[in-house]
């Protein structure tokens, strides 16, 4: 399983800087002085306060609450539909989207009112391969299992 | 500044002209423009042009290249779907700094059947996020600003329908739209799903077209307009997407919205009781619920009810604050570059009683607006007056 999985050389890649692998997969993010938080590290300056060089790391909780959602039917080629799209809240403060996994797209549609606020907690899971033969980790959000 | 009046206006059906050039699909309408001001390209001080799709290519040279290469300066203008209008308030803010006395303003794209957009990218295809890690698509990300209001108020997803059931019965009367036919709430709903909650007939289509509008200043207008009716730029708003809690993860439509509204209604000094009709940017059914609010057309929370009272509907019809008469994006069509001046055309004739907006002639218009968003995030609002 990728949740065992070490960030080396030769080692699986995360899908995007802000997923890291080690020591178990998680997210981080960035927190400036003033409060506003991002997910990318690499940015010239806040774009809330404008300050430069006030930035520190975070490391964000594996477990949020669904804020919204929507069902993708229509994609691009490749990619399996229907599936579930989300913006997840962070107890730190941060919104992140990501794919909602474990939950019947159909039944979301249904009754849209019992995603909003569901406590859900980050999966991660082999994506793709890339060109230089690395498995490439992706990240998700399911219900949480108590 | 000095005051601006649009002195003509042109405006190709929107639909497919996979046979035309984008320049030729530009020009034609620029001398629609042309020929309904009463003058030529050789009197035209300055051309501003908006296209996005290709947006490296000098489609304004290009289009001079169709109708007259009278050598005088050209900006090509790209800002996602507001492209058009900003292209617009170049020409207004070159003539209302008395730059230039004639401005000429033209929106033109050719889109093929591109559709999705957003979520794309480049480099090793195994990084690319979209549907591993969410989704950026347009559907997916108008559909969630309609979710949002859905969970703060409770929206129905019949709400959401009979903005497409409206749009479409509205695009019946305009000869210029894209689709003209219309929907029953059960056809929308019972519509193949593409981005929950938002169903086929509740995403706007893809499409090529165009539309120009000349314009001038006063004195060029007293010079020129012979006696006929005119509208004036009242307001020309453009503003960005400001930091919001959300907005980097979940693009915030509505705060640059309501920025540039409130600052639209002071420039232009009326509300929007004084609001006779509004061309809106309803790509998604969800998106045009989220504006009635955002543009003042009532309260917050309370667009479902202005829906269900008959806001947005034609007069004729027995709505009242109409919103895209001309069928809106979701039946007129949205060539991305050509919505942001052709929402305007839409004003202007109903302000003037152009012929070309006979069949759905808002009664008693004497105040416009026409309202873009263009995700990234730019809106402009224009409100025009007679």
């Known amino acids: ?55 520190k790391p975070v490391v964000l909780s594996d477990k949020g609450k669904v804020y919204v959602f929507s069902v993708v039917h229509q994609s691009y080629p490749g990619i399996k539909t229907p599936y579930v799209t989300a913006i997840v809240d962070l ?56 | 500044m000095r005051n601006v009046y649009v002195l003509g206006t042109g405006m190709i059906k929107f639909g497919r002209y996979p046979d035309k050039t984008v320049p030729q699909l530009g020009g034609e309408a620029a001398l629609l423009a042309l020929k309904d001001a009463g003058i030529s390209i050789k009197d035209v001080g ?79 295809p195994a990084y690319l996020t979209e549907g591993k890690v969410g989704s950026g ?61 938002n169903t086929l007939y509740m995403c706007c289509p893809t499409g090529d077209g165009a539309a120009a509008a000349i314009l001038v200043s006063e004195d060029k207008l007293k010079q020129l307009a012979g006696g006929r009716k005119r509208a004036k730029v009242a307001a020309s708003i453009l503003t960005s997407d400001p930091w919001t809690d959300r907005d980097l993860t979940l693009p915030d439509v509505s705060t640059l919205t309501r920025r540039a509204s409130k600052q639209a209604y002071e420039k232009a000094g009326i509300g929007p009781k004084d609001i006779a009709l509004t061309e809106l940017h309803d790509c998604f059914a969800t998106a045009e619920l989220v504006h009635y609010e955002n543009l003042g057309l009532c309260g917050d929370g309370e667009a479902g009810k202005f829906i269900d009272s008959g806001g947005g509907v034609h007069p004729s019809l027995g709505g009242h604050d109409p919103v895209n008469v001309s069928g809106g994006l979701l039946s007129k069509g949205h060539p991305l570059g050509a919505t942001g001046v052709a929402n305007i055309c839409e ?40």
Not at chain 1, 107 to 125: M, R, S, Y
């Open chain 1, 91 to 146: 107890p730190e403060g941060i919104s992140v989207r990501a794919n909602l996994t474990d939950v019947d797209p159909a039944q979301a549609q249904k009754e849209p009112h019992k995603i909003f606020d569901l406590p859900v907690e980050l999966v991660t899971g082999v994506a793709a391969k890339d060109r230089e033969g690395h498995d490439v980790i992706a990240f998700s959000y399911r219900p949480t299992k108590n």
């Open chain 2, 347 to 386: 004003v202007v004739w109903h302000l003037t009683q152009d012929d070309r907006a006979k069949e759905r002639q808002v009664p008693n218009a004497k105040a416009g607006q026409a309202h873009v968003i263009g995700l990234g995030s730019a809106c402009t609002i224009h409100i025009l007056t007679v």
């Open chain 2, 137 to 197: 698509t347009m559907p997916a990300v108008f559909g969630q600003a309609g979710i949002e209001h859905m969970r703060k108020y409770g929206t129905k997803l019949e709400h959401f329908a009979k903005i497409s059931v409206k749009s479409h019965k509205h695009a019946t009367k305009n000869p210029f739209s894209q689709y003209r036919n219309e929907v029953s709430l059960e056809d929308v709903m019972n519509a193949r799903m593409v981005g929950y909650p």
């Open chain 2, 46 to 124: 300055m051309f501003a042009c908006g296209n996005l799709m290709q947006s490296n290519a000098m489609v304004g040279q290009r289009i001079l290249q169709q109708i007259g290469q009278t050598g005088i300066p050209v900006i090509n203008v790209a800002n996602a779907c507001a492209t058009g209008s900003t292209a617009f308030r170049e020409a207004y803010i070159s003539v209302a700094a008395g730059m230039y006395d004639i401005a000429m303003a033209v929106g033109v794209e050719q889109m093929g059947k591109a559709g999705l957009l957003g979520g794309a990218g480049g480099g090793d």
């Open chain 1, 1 to 55: 399983m990728a949740e065992q999985a070490q960030a080396t050389d030769t080692g699986p890649r995360p899908i995007v800087p802000w997923l890291k692998l080690a020591p178990k997969p998680h997210l981080e993010g960035i927190k400036c002085a003033c409060g506003a938080m991002y997910l990318d590290p690499k940015r010239v300056a806040c774009s809330k306060c404008g300050e430069a060089d006030k930035f």
